[in-house]
């Protein structure tokens, strides 16, 4: 596992903080899960979504 250091704001932080206790999650797991879910279209898809097959047909159906 990496660990990532950077520094924000008092105010990024005491937003971040709160957002934790309201959530009742750790910070660690608050980032995680937004960095897990960054995309751009056509080039990263989220690393937590199922990709959707392109083909949604039923076996036998076509």
Do not use: H, W
């Not at 959530?23 to 995680?32: A, C, K, P, W, Y």
């Not at 751009?40 to 159906?61: E, F, Q």
């Amino acid at each position: 596992m990496q660990q990532i250091n950077f520094r924000i704001a008092d105010r990024e932080k005491a937003q971040l903080v709160r957002y934790c206790e309201l959530t009742e999650r750790t910070i660690s797991d608050v980032l995680r899960q937004y960095i897990r879910g960054l995309s751009v279209d056509g080039v990263l898809k989220p690393i937590d979504r199922p990709a959707i097959p392109l083909n949604t047909d039923p076996p036998g159906s076509v």
